[in-house]
């Protein structure tokens, strides 16, 4: 894995940008980080790639933002779903939302923020790709491992 070490928000919008230039649709990416880490920020940034104008907040009480943007490569149309499953207790919840569906559109970037439940037996099926955030020691440190 590489390693970068952001020094402020606007970095990380930044790398998430230039990490996005690496994403294909269907790709699955999982966001892994405490509260804080910058997982929010980093979509800031892939979403600013695929020219969305949106506010991109976390989609902690709603599972899933969907967002409307272009690939910039060959200017189709791209749908980045933005899932958070920090309030998801189980693969069967995650499937009644639909999850399966969604990651089975051929014109999506699926992002994950908590997406531990990947893990799950019955998804072992899948690649995914994942981005690590940790706080470093002072206030405006995150290390990214991706
Ligand atoms: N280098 C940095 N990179 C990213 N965010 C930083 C950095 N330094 C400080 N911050 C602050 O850390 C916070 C990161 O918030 P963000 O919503 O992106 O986190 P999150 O991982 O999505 O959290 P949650 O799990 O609650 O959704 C912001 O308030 C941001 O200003
Ligand atoms: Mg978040």
Redesign the pocket.
């Known amino acids: 894995m590489k390693r970068l070490i952001?020094?402020?928000?606007e970095?990380?919008v930044r790398f998430g940008y230039e990490y996005a230039k690496t994403l294909k649709n269907t790709d699955i990416l999982g966001l892994i980080?405490e509260?804080?880490?910058?997982?929010?920020?980093l979509v800031r940034g892939i979403a600013k790639y695929f020219r969305i104008t949106d506010d991109i907040i976390?989609p902690?009480f709603l599972i899933l933002n969907q967002y409307k943007g272009i690939n910039p490569l060959n200017h189709t149309n791209i749908i980045i779903n933005h899932f958070?499953f920090?309030r998801l207790k189980s693969y069967e919840e995650l499937h009644s939302i639909g999850f399966d569906e969604y990651i089975s559109d051929m014109n999506a970037i699926n992002i994950i923020?908590w997406p531990s439940l990947l893990l799950n037996e019955k998804f072992k099926m899948k690649q995914w790709k994942k981005i690590i955030?940790k706080h470093g020691k002072e206030?405006?440190?995150?290390i990214i491992r991706y």
Request: aromatic share 4%; proline share 4%.
């Open positions: 952001s020094t402020s928000p970095i990380t980080g509260l804080g880490s910058g997982k929010t920020c976390s902690t958070d920090y923020e955030l206030s405006n440190i995150r």
